[in-house]
């Protein structure tokens, strides 16, 4: 790892002022990808911000029709809270399948949002559910926030402070794991919001998180797990690596969606 | 430079640290307390397993400096008076390990199990919470016994789980 001052603000306020402040500086959240990535050396801010001690940036609370998420929250707070459990009980499932034990105690959903893995769990999840990101300036729907491999729409000087998303009467999430690096290989997350279908996937696209639109329609005219039936994701666009080619990813959009309408539906 | 104060195995600590210096290596070279091991030093192995506010984490991937006013318990600080702590002593009769070297994570893992699910434990869970902790040796059903005779020991001790970890 190289040098780098350390900077512990007490407010998403001051975290702000500093990050306006020092130059080359990095917001630091849960620092599950941000300290390994500096110990490669792949990263060297000059400055760390660590959002740690930010208690305005933890907790989740009910707002309406909305779950809202504080940005420091970690993956298991997320995935023990009796809030998230009633309202979205696919969100709480899916932060109880991110990383290991440890990694979730520590790893945070503003942290993977901002991070935008192209095979991170979360960002599924916002896509499907239709949330909004909240920053210390503005408001982001998710199809606008995710724009490429680890690339988001945050702006220079941009903190995510909290992430809302509404209930819906079904949701879930399915996703067939890397055994080593435990991100998805593909991870489908569907979601049922009055008459809409949305459903997203992970780990797959070559240019990250995206919606499949026949699968879309075909759960909008029943959604159910037969509706997927037959239904073939298109190899074109899909990842390839020494993990899975994109012909075995394609097939496994299929399989992971149909898994996550029959958990969904309590099928 | 930066100054950091916390609590390690319930005694304060201070120190004035190169913000680059890892938990891990906080406890080791500061504190010589060697009982945390680094085996991967990429997340993924689970060795370096501490208890940072009642909660497993991995020491690799933790800065030393972003604990200011919290509480660490490491391996050296389960056992109580001379006694092994329930986990420790189940590791040992259940014959837990072969070389050692992952076994302080190990059992660190599995207090927090017991921590976060009470002491009644079947084998399914106890093999899918252990997943961020690797054992090079061998399988691991000597691991998963002792996990499931730790809890119950623990759960029949008059100390409550909780205490362990802090």
């Given at each position: 790892?190289?040098?780098?001052?350390?900077?512990?603000?007490?407010?998403?306020?001051?975290?702000?002022?500093?990050?306006?402040?020092?130059?080359?500086?990095?917001?630091?959240?849960?620092?599950?990808?941000?300290?390994?990535?500096?110990?490669?050396?792949?990263?060297?801010?000059?400055?760390?911000?660590?959002?740690?001690?930010?208690?305005?940036?933890?907790?989740?609370?009910?707002?309406?029709r909305n779950v809202v998420i504080g940005a420091m929250t970690t993956h298991a707070e997320v995935a023990e809270s009796?809030?998230?459990?009633?309202?979205?009980?696919?969100?709480?499932?899916?932060?109880?399948h991110i990383g290991d034990p440890h990694v979730r105690h520590r790893g945070t959903i503003g942290g993977s949002v901002a991070n935008n893995d192209p095979a991170a769990d979360y960002p599924a999840a916002l896509l499907a559910l239709d949330a909004t990101i909240v920053t210390n300036t503005r408001k982001l729907g998710a199809e606008e926030f995710f724009t490429g491999l680890y690339e988001t729409a945050l702006e220079?000087?941009?903190?995510?402070?909290?992430?809302?998303?509404?209930?819906?009467?079904?949701?879930?999430?399915?996703?067939?794991?890397?055994?080593?690096?435990?991100?998805?290989?593909?991870?489908?997350?569907?979601?049922?919001?009055?008459?809409?279908?949305?459903?997203?996937?992970?780990?797959?696209?070559?240019?990250?998180?995206?919606?499949?639109?026949?699968?879309e329609a075909a759960l909008k005219a029943r959604f159910a797990p037969k509706s997927l039936d037959g239904l073939k994701a298109t190899a074109?666009?899909?990842?390839?690596?020494?993990?899975?080619?994109?012909?075995?990813?394609?097939?496994?959009?299929?399989?992971?969606?149909?898994?996550?309408?029959?958990?969904?539906t309590g099928k | 430079m930066t100054t950091v104060s916390l609590t390690v195995n319930g005694k304060a600590v201070s120190a004035n640290l190169d913000p680059r210096t890892l938990l891990v290596q906080f406890l080791r070279e500061n504190?010589?307390?060697?009982?945390?091991?680094?085996?991967?030093?990429?997340?993924?192995?689970?060795?370096?397993?501490?208890?940072?506010?009642?909660?497993a984490v991995k020491a690799c991937t933790t800065l030393a400096v972003s604990l200011d006013g919290a509480s660490v318990t490491t391996i050296e600080g389960l056992a109580a008076n001379g006694t092994l702590h329930p986990m420790q002593e189940a590791f040992r009769e259940h014959?837990?390990?072969?070389?050692?070297?992952?076994?302080?994570?190990?059992?660190?893992?599995?207090?927090?199990?017991?921590?976060?699910?009470?002491?009644?434990?079947?084998?399914?869970?106890?093999?899918?919470?252990?997943?961020?902790?690797?054992?090079?040796?061998?399988?691991?059903h000597n691991i998963v016994k002792a996990v499931a005779a730790g809890a119950q020991a623990m759960g029949a001790s008059s100390a409550p789980a909780r205490q362990a970890a802090e």
């Open positions: 790892m190289y040098a780098f001052t350390y900077h512990r603000p007490a407010t998403a306020r001051q975290a702000a002022g500093l990050l306006a402040k020092k130059e080359d500086a990095k917001i630091l959240a849960g620092g599950h990808t941000l300290l390994p990535t500096m110990k490669q050396r792949l990263a060297s801010p000059s400055a760390l911000i660590d959002l740690g001690a930010c208690a305005d940036l933890k907790g989740i609370v009910r707002k309406g009796a809030i998230v459990q009633e309202a979205i009980p696919g969100l709480a499932w899916l932060a109880s220079e000087g941009e903190i995510i402070t909290r992430i809302s998303f509404p209930i819906v009467s079904k949701a879930s999430y399915a996703k067939f794991r890397n055994p080593a690096s435990r991100y998805a290989l593909v991870g489908v997350f569907v979601a049922k919001r009055g008459s809409d279908v949305r459903v997203a996937v992970t780990g797959a696209g070559e240019s990250g998180v995206f919606r499949w639109p026949e699968a074109k666009g899909i990842n390839g690596d020494m993990h899975a080619d994109p012909e075995y990813r394609a097939h496994l959009i299929g399989v992971m969606a149909k898994e996550a309408v029959a958990r969904a | 504190l010589r307390l060697t009982g945390t091991h680094v085996g991967c030093d990429t997340s993924q192995c689970g060795a370096c397993i501490v208890h940072i506010d009642g909660k014959h837990g390990l072969q070389c050692g070297f992952c076994t302080p994570g190990m059992i660190m893992s599995a207090v927090d199990i017991v921590n976060r699910r009470g002491s009644v434990l079947d084998e399914k869970t106890i093999r899918e919470d252990l997943d961020g902790n690797i054992c090079r040796c061998t399988g691991y």
